[in-house]
C-alpha cells in the first residue's frame, strides 16, 4: 500500500524568511512521483511542485523547491522569502505508475506572520 | 477558460435522503476523480473514472454512488448509506497517464455537505 506522512500539523514562519515543510512516503512502485499542493482558505487546489522519482535533480518552482531523498523515501517543500500569500494548508502526495490514483497525507497548515 | 466546475458550492441535506453533487470538466481530461476531506484528515479517494461508462472504488466508496455517462461529467450521489456525510468533497481530473509523462491532477472549488 500506498502512504503519505506529513508529521508537522502547523508551522510558522515570518515574512520574507525560509520554512521547510516535511513529508516522507512509502511505496513498493519504482515508477512513481511527488506533488506538493497548496490549498488556501479559498479551498480550491493548487499544484505548487512536482518531482518524477526517475529524476535525480531536485524540482524547483521560483520560491519553491523540492529535497527529494529517494532511499530516505522523503520529500521535503522549502519555501524561500515568505509572502503573506503562501499561508494555506499543504498538501504532500503521491501517484504511481499505472494508477491514476493520488495518495494525500493530512497536510501541514502554514502561517506567515508579517 | 478551461478547467472543472463543482456545484452547489454549499448544500444541505435532511437524514435519510440522497442528494448528487455535481461535477464537469472542460479540459477534455479522460481521468475523473472524487475525494472526500474531513479536518485533519487530509483528502480520501471516494471513486474514480478512467474512461466513460467505467468506474472503480477507492478507499471510502461504502455509501456513495457514480455515473459516468459523459466524459465532461462525473456527479457523486451521496446515499442515505453514508453513515457521516458531512464533509467537504473535492472533485478532480487529470489526462491519463502513459510512459513516464507527469499527470496533473486539476481540483474544482469543492462543494460543502452539511446534514441537517
Known amino acids: 500500500a500506498q502512504t503519505v506522512t506529513q508529521s508537522q500539523p502547523e508551522m510558522s514562519v515570518q515574512e520574507a524568511e525560509t520554512v521547510t515543510l516535511s513529508c516522507t512516503y512509502d511505496?513498493?512502485?519504482?515508477?512513481?512521483?511527488l506533488f506538493w499542493y497548496k490549498q488556501p482558505p479559498s479551498r480550491q487546489m493548487i499544484l505548487v511542485i512536482r518531482q518524477e522519482a526517475y529524476k535525480q535533480q531536485n524540482a524547483t518552482e521560483n520560491r519553491f523547491s523540492v529535497n527529494f531523498q529517494k532511499a530516505a523515501k522523503s520529500f521535503s517543500l522549502k519555501i524561500s522569502d515568505s509572502q503573506l500569500g503562501d499561508a494555506a494548508m499543504y498538501f504532500c502526495a503521491l501517484g504511481w505508475g499505472g494508477s491514476e490514483k493520488l495518495v494525500f497525507g493530512k497536510g501541514t497548515k502554514l502561517t506567515v506572520n508579517p | 477558460d478551461g478547467g472543472i466546475t463543482q456545484s452547489p458550492k454549499y448544500l444541505f441535506r435532511k437524514e435519510g435522503q440522497n442528494v448528487t453533487l455535481s461535477c464537469e470538466q472542460n479540459?477534455?481530461?479522460?481521468?475523473m476523480y472524487w475525494y472526500r476531506q474531513d479536518p485533519g484528515q487530509g483528502l480520501r479517494l471516494i471513486y474514480y473514472?478512467?474512461?466513460?461508462?467505467?468506474?472503480q472504488k477507492g478507499d471510502i466508496a461504502e455509501g456513495y454512488s457514480v455515473s459516468r455517462e459523459k466524459k465532461e461529467s462525473f456527479p457523486l450521489t451521496v446515499t442515505s448509506a453514508q453513515k457521516n456525510p458531512t464533509a467537504f468533497y473535492l472533485c478532480?481530473?487529470?489526462?491519463?497517464?502513459?510512459?513516464?509523462?507527469?499527470?496533473?491532477?486539476?481540483f474544482g472549488q469543492g462543494t460543502r455537505l452539511t446534514v441537517v
Open positions: 479540459l477534455n481530461h479522460d481521468a
Open positions: 511505496t513498493s512502485e519504482s515508477d512513481y512521483y
Open positions: 478532480a481530473s487529470s489526462i491519463v497517464r502513459t510512459g513516464l509523462m507527469n499527470t496533473e491532477a486539476f
Open positions: 473514472s478512467q474512461i466513460v461508462n467505467d468506474f
